[in-house]
């Protein structure tokens, strides 16, 4: 998160300076930033400093950096619990150094902060300054961004957070315990039970150290664990006796106080089809030139999508020089859930920057009377092109123009330049965008100049 914020920071055009017990020099080239190699000096020139370490490091770093800041600054911690990181920061702090418990409630594979929510916990008489340029700097950054006090964020977060967290991991390691085949299940899948099994897994893959942290930091989730065990009990317990009837009051129970069931219906309907609705497209795309963002590495991939399978996609891609689908073995394949596909414009702006286009000129004698600029608008229309333009125009006099025995006068010559996308063949739309030209009462002067590059 500490990388994260620093990128969010670079961004918005603060100075940002990162520093780690490791030492990890390497961390802040790759985020163009300086390392703090002397901390000492370091901290009291620096505006704001954040604390984001590991949750049982929190308040031993507190002590080390607070005492150290300068007059006017501010002090924040990036940590999933926040009583005992605001008590050490109004400890270490010097009173006249303000503090702002902080927690953004999304993990650093979010590749925005728009639409995600940072918890605020201000301090009375310690947030005054800072508070509110903090909150503009998120929220102007399209965050949702929620006020509370310290003992209220952690009794909400060890349900948010410390009952989720071990429900989910939960029934990770109980499949463990089965022993039970994941993949082969995933061929009997629901749309819910693939939702579930991906949040699972989201949660088995990231950092157990922190999962663990979360868990035992938070004071109020003991509480939450044993509610949990006893609910589980209870229910395995009516259905082990088949007791019907006090399941469905259990259930109708927990919908009643729940109190937003038919929103939480389509909510989940929304995600659901959304799911589908994408699969649908990329499977409806079969056969055209497709692009894909890779979520994580910012990969774009563009290629005709040959085929599509439940969990990863076969394209030819298109390459620099140009296409490349009738070169062997230029096939790639690519996981399904790593992928967005980009939209059109996207994928016109990728083609413009990437491929080698063709350039040709087309020298036309345009009707008395016709407006260049309109037969300009009409050639735009052609979606093989990059761009079009007038290059020249030049005056002709009385010029007669003979065809099918009749005469026309011109007045006027001009040569429009088109420019082809180079995944197309040039001749082929060359020969498109003249027959337009002479539908709209143009001639063709002169044997066209073809160009490239």
């Known amino acids: 998160m500490g990388q994260w914020f620093t990128r969010f920071f670079k961004e918005r055009s603060y100075d940002v300076t990162v520093w780690g017990k490791?030492?990890?020099?390497?961390?802040?080239?790759?985020?163009?930033?300086?390392?703090?190699?002397?901390?000492?000096?370091?901290?009291?020139?620096?505006d704001i400093v954040i604390v984001s370490v590991p949750i049982n490091a929190t308040e031993e770093t507190i002590?080390?950096?607070?005492?150290?800041m300068r007059k006017g600054s501010l002090l924040m911690d990036f940590t999933s619990i926040k009583v005992r990181p605001v008590e050490a920061m109004k400890k270490f702090a010097p009173g006249d150094v303000e503090i702002l418990g902080t927690h953004p409630m999304f993990g650093p594979t979010i590749p925005t902060i728009r639409g995600q929510t940072v918890i605020l916990v201000p301090i009375k008489g310690r947030s005054e300054k800072w508070f509110p340029v903090i909150r503009h700097l998120f929220?102007?950054?399209?965050?949702?961004?929620?006020?509370?006090?310290?003992?209220?964020?952690?009794?909400?977060?060890?349900?948010?957070?410390?009952?989720?967290?071990?429900?989910?991991?939960?029934?990770?390691?109980?499949?463990?315990?089965?022993?039970?085949?994941?993949?082969?299940?995933?061929?009997?899948v629901s749309p819910v039970y693939s939702i579930m099994l991906d949040f699972v897994g989201r949660i088995l893959g990231q950092n157990p150290y922190l999962y663990a942290l979360i868990q035992m930091e938070n004071p109020g989730v003991p509480e939450v664990h044993e509610a949990f065990i006893k609910e589980c009990e209870e229910l395995s317990g009516l259905?082990?006796?088949?007791?019907?009837?006090?399941?469905?009051?259990?259930?109708?129970?927990?919908?009643?106080?729940?109190?937003?069931t038919a929103h939480a219906l389509r909510r989940s309907d929304k995600l659901i089809n959304s799911r589908i609705n994408e699969y649908e497209t990329v499977l409806n795309s079969i056969g055209k030139v497709c692009g894909f963002s890779h979520i994580y590495s910012g990969n774009i991939h563009v290629g005709r999508l040959e085929k599509v399978g439940p969990n990863e996609i076969v394209l030819t891609k298109l390459t620099s020089k140009g296409t490349a689908p009738h070169i062997k073995n230029n096939f790639i394949k690519l996981k399904l859930e790593n992928l967005r596909l980009l939209s059109e414009f996207e994928l016109s702006e990728w083609r413009k920057e990437n491929l080698n286009h063709s350039v040709r000129d087309i020298s036309v004698l345009?009707?008395?009377?016709?407006?260049?600029?309109?037969?300009?608008?009409?050639?735009?229309?052609?979606?093989?092109?990059?761009?079009?333009?007038?290059?020249?125009?030049?005056?002709?006099?009385?010029?007669?123009?003979?065809?099918?025995?009749?005469?026309?006068?011109?007045?006027m010559g001009v040569t429009y330049r088109i420019i082809i996308f180079g995944d197309y063949n040039a001749d082929s739309v060359e020969t498109e965008v003249i027959s337009l030209l002479c539908g709209l009462g143009c001639r063709i002067r002169e044997k066209n100049l073809k160009l490239r590059k």
Do not use: W
């Not at 006020?147 to 990770?172: K, N, P």
């Open 22 to 46: 490791g030492g990890k020099v390497e961390i802040a080239r790759k985020l163009d930033v300086p390392f703090a190699s002397d901390l000492e000096a370091t901290i009291p020139e620096s």
């Open 63 to 68: 002590a080390e950096v607070a005492p150290k």
């Open 139 to 188: 929220e102007g950054s399209g965050a949702h961004v929620e006020i509370t006090t310290a003992e209220e964020h952690d009794r909400l977060v060890s349900v948010v957070q410390g009952l989720t967290h071990f429900a989910y991991i939960t029934i990770g390691t109980t499949i463990d315990r089965l022993d039970f085949d994941i993949k082969k299940s995933r061929k009997f």
């Open 239 to 260: 259905v082990k006796a088949h007791d019907e009837e006090g399941f469905v009051r259990k259930m109708k129970a927990a919908a009643r106080k729940y109190d937003d």
């Open 366 to 411: 345009v009707p008395e009377g016709a407006n260049p600029e309109v037969i300009l608008g009409a050639l735009d229309t052609n979606k093989h092109l990059v761009d079009c333009q007038i290059s020249d125009i030049y005056s002709l006099g009385e010029e007669k123009v003979s065809k099918n025995k009749e005469s026309k006068t011109a007045k």
